[in-house]
């Protein structure tokens, strides 16, 4: 890894306030993208599996590398270099993920004879996984970032919240839904 002008990836000095740019070979890159996938899936996943839901650390893992190792491949062109060897590729392949991923989300939603409805949360964690999979295999870093902070955000506040709004709205969260609305 050697520092040189690039467009690959920056961070700041803060000696020199400038921007020194970190070169990445291809297959450091990928593997940077692939590890990035791993980590934010099996945060996600780790999220679960404390709150005791079916879908935990490994599926949310493996969905986010999946996704991720399926739109490497894709863009990967016969040169082994990282550039878009077919624009329309990369839109089948999003498709596809996002398609399957449903199905396994699908999995995981459970109703009870009352008309209870669980495990919503975990499928769409399992969803994003997916889609967080698929913009680092494109190495799309800012969106990763406000992505995972605001759906970090919603897992780690939502609870508080729905009580809140309970309390307030004096709804039980034990009833089942009212369909007549």
């Known amino acids: 890894m050697a520092l040189a002008p690039s467009k690959k990836a920056c961070f700041r000095c803060r000696r020199a306030c400038s921007i020194a740019l970190v070169v990445l070979s291809g297959n450091e890159e990928t593997a940077l993208r692939l590890g990035a996938a791993l980590l934010l899936g099996s945060l996600f996943g780790l999220n679960r599996e404390l709150h005791g839901k079916p879908a935990g650390l490994r599926t949310h893992a493996l969905v986010s590398l999946g996704a991720a190792v399926a739109t490497i491949v894709v863009l990967r062109s016969p040169a ?4 878009v060897a077919d624009q329309n590729a990369i839109g089948r392949v999003v498709q596809g993920i ?6 396994l989300g699908a999995g995981v939603i459970l109703r009870d004879p009352a008309g ?3 495990g919503l949360t975990t499928a769409a964690t399992i969803w994003m996984c997916a889609v967080l999979g698929i913009v680092c295999g494109l190495g799309y870093w800012l969106i990763l970032g406000i992505t995972f902070v605001l759906t970090t955000a919603t897992l780690l506040l939502g609870r508080p919240l729905e009580r809140l709004a309970e309390r307030l709205f004096h709804r039980h969260s034990s009833s089942p839904p ?3 609305v």
């Open 116 to 118: 209870h409805v669980t």
């Open 178 to 180: 009212d369909h007549s």
């Open 98 to 103: 996002l398609t399957g991923v449903g199905f």
């Open 80 to 83: 082994a270099s990282l550039t």
